[in-house]
């Protein structure tokens, strides 16, 4: 039986919007379905727990949005109700935390929003909006605070966003009750790096910063306990010896916790990591073409065992076909789409 992806574009740069797509199961193959561009610039996506229902962000400036689909057709996204303003712009990232909607919203200052979930999965008013603080030392992209991502811990506890602008990354906990978000801890990392995405191992005890200003992961203890993020290491994704303009994307994990692959804007390339049986060594093993240009994302398939880079630039999904013994991927085919940001499975 056939699953279903939904693919988010930058209707601005001449995307579709929001495409559903048929999943072969034996190929892993997209097959788009249908489209609808009712939101603007829904560049990424996420789902709710029980699959029910789709959010977007919706990237706009100066004030962006966030959206819900409803997913009773997987075949056909509908709209639920309109979009909700977040009261902060370019929202970049969102997540679905404790019964409600996070969104990381980039435009200086950054900021995260805090919006409801009804009790059908659509989105009701926006609670509160947490703005980010200071600065960091890139004339051009850290004039500001900058928040480019925000997810849930692994324990459920603690909302984590990170920010490109300010070299740190805030913990906070959320007042279910008040819709307000509380910083608890905020880690700074080596100044000028400029994080961008944040992933967590799936033992729970460390996590992983991509940055976007320096080609490196950053590899952190995470205690859970607490909300505390501790700076170990840093990991490059380009090969020695190899320069210029690169701007590292998504960072995505296998789930037994062997591989990492970080998607290269610049490079267009994947970098294939090793990771040991602790989480806190991180190795680069190789880096193969992403298969396109400017590589915006990167997601596994439910089953582990391919991988999906949406190629903004030249507008294609690509899909890869990894090697369980060495994290290798190999690229197995690709779906034209303008303008593409993001992929999700159902």
């Known amino acids: 039986m056939a699953g279903h992806a939904y693919i988010g574009s930058f209707t601005s740069a001449g995307g579709r919007g929001l495409t559903a797509a048929a999943v072969d199961p034996g190929t892993g193959a997209l097959t788009a379905l249908g489209d609808t561009a009712e939101v603007p610039n ?25 959206a819900a689909f ?30 409600h909607l996070l969104t990381a919203n980039y435009s200086e200052p950054g900021s995260v929003s805090v919006l409801s979930i009804g009790a059908d999965g659509a989105l009701g008013e926006l609670r509160s909006v947490l703005e980010h603080e200071g600065d960091g030392p890139h004339r051009e992209r850290q004039t500001g605070p900058h928040a480019h991502a925000v997810l849930t811990d692994p324990s459920g506890r603690w909302a984590v966003s990170v920010d490109l602008g300010t070299d740190s990354v805030r913990v906070c906990e959320l007042d279910a009750a008040t819709g307000e978000l509380e910083i608890e801890r905020e880690l700074g990392l080596r100044s000028g790096v400029g994080p961008r995405h944040l992933t967590f191992h799936p033992g729970g005890g460390h996590a992983y910063v991509m940055n976007e200003l320096d080609s ?8 859970p306990s607490i909300g505390s993020l501790r700076p170990l290491a840093e990991t490059r994704v380009l090969p020695d010896g190899v320069d210029g303009d690169n701007f590292p994307s998504e960072l995505v994990l296998s789930a037994d916790g062997r591989f990492a692959w970080a998607a290269n ?3 267009n390339s994947i970098a294939v990591l090793a990771l040991d049986e602790s989480g806190e060594r991180m190795e680069l093993l190789d880096t193969v073409s992403c298969g396109g240009d400017w590589p915006r994302h990167l997601t596994l398939d439910p089953s582990g065992t391919r991988l999906y880079a949406a190629n903004e630039r030249s507008g294609d999904v690509t899909w890869f076909e990894v090697d369980p013994a060495n994290g ?6 690709s779906l034209a789409l ?3 940001s993001c992929v999700v499975f159902a």
């Open 42 to 66: 829904p560049s990424f996506l996420a789902l709710s727990a029980d699959g029910g229902t789709l959010y977007a962000v919706s990237e706009t400036e100066p004030e962006g949005a966030a």
């Open 338 to 340: 303008p303008a593409v």
């Open 265 to 267: 804007r610049g490079h």
């Open 328 to 333: 290798i991927p190999k690229q197995s085919g």
């Open 216 to 223: 490196v992961v950053t590899v952190c203890r995470w205690d």
């Open 70 to 99: 409803s997913l009773a057709d997987p075949a056909a996204p509908r709209l639920l109700g309109a979009p909700v303003p977040v009261r902060g712009g370019w929202p970049t990232h969102l997540a679905v935390h404790q019964g």
